[in-house]
């Protein structure tokens, strides 16, 4: 049965996936809601595009569901919040599962659930938060064929420029998607590693567990094409993209060049054609 709802995730075709991530507001960080204030046309912006999912959150997944016909992307319902993303950290960190995730996502007619799985310098109990969650929502996921996406994520020590900062460690990254996967991830969704050319690496170390590339921060057209097209080569199964689509100045035309880098193996080149 999972098998069925992740058919509804990856194309038929190049069996890769484009999930655009809108589920910023949910972290209480003014500096995530630029470009999505009104949510509602920045889902309806995207959805136009036509990429394969979108990933929102159980309060505005309406915005996508309610869109007419048949066509529109699918739904990836984010089941968890934290506040480990500003630059000043408050006292006390956590990181929260809503109540009866998984039978929210299906009222919701999501095909996948999302969670984080953090490692955050000196801020061990975040991580237990992370591990719990995955814990009490793994049999729920398998009870009601739900897949279950989990999102290690590798932090920078707070204090060396502030606020959310990744570490493109390989040597840090490799042992945290193993856990996600030793913790019963159906797809894994993680950082670049600093060295691209490494990222075979992730992919391996996940085993047949098909990997997504998160996108991290705003970047030109070029880099963001370019890292693209690398990762696909390295074997990833797809790619996770939320700024570097919703706050480009032009969402359908950056959408449409990533989807033919990732379905249909165009150079970097080709897909600028999109933004020319």
Same mark, same amino acid.
């Given at each position: 049965m999972?098998?069925?709802?992740?058919?509804?995730l990856?194309?038929?075709?190049?069996?890769?996936c484009?999930?655009?991530?809108?589920?910023?507001?949910?972290?209480?960080?003014?500096i995530?809601?630029?470009?999505?204030?009104?949510?509602?046309?920045a889902?309806?912006?995207v959805?136009?595009?036509?990429?394969?999912?979108?990933?929102?959150?159980?309060?505005?997944a309406?915005y996508?569901? !309610?869109?007419?016909?048949?066509?529109?992307?699918?739904?990836?319902?984010r089941?968890d919040?934290a506040? @480990?993303?500003?630059?000043s950290?408050?006292? %006390?960190l956590? !990181?929260?599962m809503?109540?009866?995730?998984?039978?929210?996502?299906?009222?919701? $007619?999501?095909?996948?659930?999302?969670?984080?799985?953090?490692?955050?310098?000196?801020?061990?109990?975040v991580?237990?938060?992370?591990i719990?969650?995955?814990?009490?929502i793994?049999p729920?996921?398998?009870?009601?064929?739900?897949?279950?996406?989990?999102?290690?994520?590798?932090?920078q020590?707070n204090?060396?420029?502030?606020?959310?900062?990744?570490?493109?460690?390989?040597?840090k990254?490799?042992?945290?998607v193993?856990? *996600?996967?030793?913790? +019963?991830?159906?797809i894994?969704? *993680? $950082?670049?590693?600093?060295?691209?050319?490494?990222? %075979?690496? @992730?992919?391996?170390?996940?085993?047949?567990?098909?990997?997504?590339?998160?996108g991290? +921060?705003k970047? !030109? $057209?070029?880099?963001?094409l370019?890292?693209t097209k *690398?990762?696909?080569?390295q074997?990833? !199964?797809?790619?996770?993209?939320? =700024?570097n689509?919703?706050? %480009? =100045?032009?969402?359908? *035309?950056?959408?449409k060049?990533?989807?033919?880098?990732?379905?249909?193996?165009?150079?970097? $080149?080709?897909?600028?054609?999109?933004?020319n």
């Amino acid at each position: 049965m999972k098998k069925y709802r992740l058919n509804r995730l990856f194309n038929e075709k190049s069996n890769r996936c484009l999930n655009v991530a809108i589920d910023h507001g949910f972290f209480n960080e003014n500096i995530f809601l630029k470009s999505i204030e009104n949510l509602q046309l920045a889902v309806e912006t995207v959805a136009t595009a036509g990429p394969d999912a979108i990933q929102l959150t159980v309060g505005q997944a309406h915005y996508l569901q !309610s869109l007419p016909g048949k066509n529109k992307p699918t739904l990836v319902m984010r089941t968890d919040v934290a506040n @480990v993303y500003g630059k000043s950290l408050p006292s %006390h960190l956590f !990181s929260r599962m809503i109540s009866d995730p998984v039978a929210q996502a299906i009222n919701q $007619d999501a095909a996948c659930v999302v969670v984080n799985l953090f490692q955050i310098p000196g801020q061990p109990k975040v991580s237990d938060h992370c591990i719990q969650n995955i814990l009490k929502i793994k049999p729920l996921c398998d009870r009601f064929s739900m897949p279950l996406m989990i999102e290690p994520l590798v932090f920078q020590s707070n204090e060396l420029e502030g606020g959310y900062m990744v570490d493109g460690a390989l040597d840090k990254i490799l042992p945290l998607v193993r856990q *996600a996967v030793e913790l +019963g991830a159906d797809i894994i969704k *993680a $950082d670049p590693t600093t060295n691209v050319n490494e990222y %075979h690496k @992730v992919v391996e170390i996940a085993g047949k567990i098909p990997v997504m590339v998160r996108g991290g +921060g705003k970047v !030109s $057209d070029t880099e963001i094409l370019t890292r693209t097209k *690398a990762m696909i080569e390295q074997g990833v !199964s797809g790619i996770v993209y939320g =700024r570097n689509i919703i706050q %480009h =100045r032009n969402p359908v *035309a950056i959408t449409k060049a990533l989807m033919g880098i990732v379905h249909h193996d165009l150079t970097v $080149d080709q897909a600028l054609e999109f933004l020319n």
